[in-house]
């Protein structure tokens, strides 16, 4: 185990392949999202960032694509088949 990059008090076991840092779980967030990261299938930092911010999967670029589970509100509603 090694200690939190932003809290040195605080011991983690989350590390950051990419960027070879660790994170506590109070910090514990992906800092490149957007941006292709080849540690990405097994990492425990962007699964926890997925889950946080509701990031159902990735665009053919490896960008987050957040999924509509609400509905668009400006959307037209179907009248159903008579």
């Not at 990059?5 to 514990?28: S, V």
């Not at 800092?31 to 990492?43: G, I, M, T, V, Y």
């Not at 926890?48 to 509701?54: D, G």
Request: proline share 9%; charged share 25%; hydrophobic share 30%.
């Amino acid at each position: 185990m090694s200690t939190c990059i932003h809290h040195p008090d605080r011991e983690t076991r989350y590390h950051c392949g990419k960027h070879n840092i660790y994170l506590c779980e109070a910090c514990l967030a992906c800092r490149d999202p957007e941006l292709f990261c080849k540690h990405r299938c097994a990492c425990p930092i962007w699964f926890m960032t997925r889950k946080q911010k509701n990031l159902d999967d990735v665009d053919a670029n490896g960008r987050p694509v957040v999924a509509n589970k609400g509905g668009d509100a400006d959307a037209p509603v179907a009248s159903p088949p008579a």
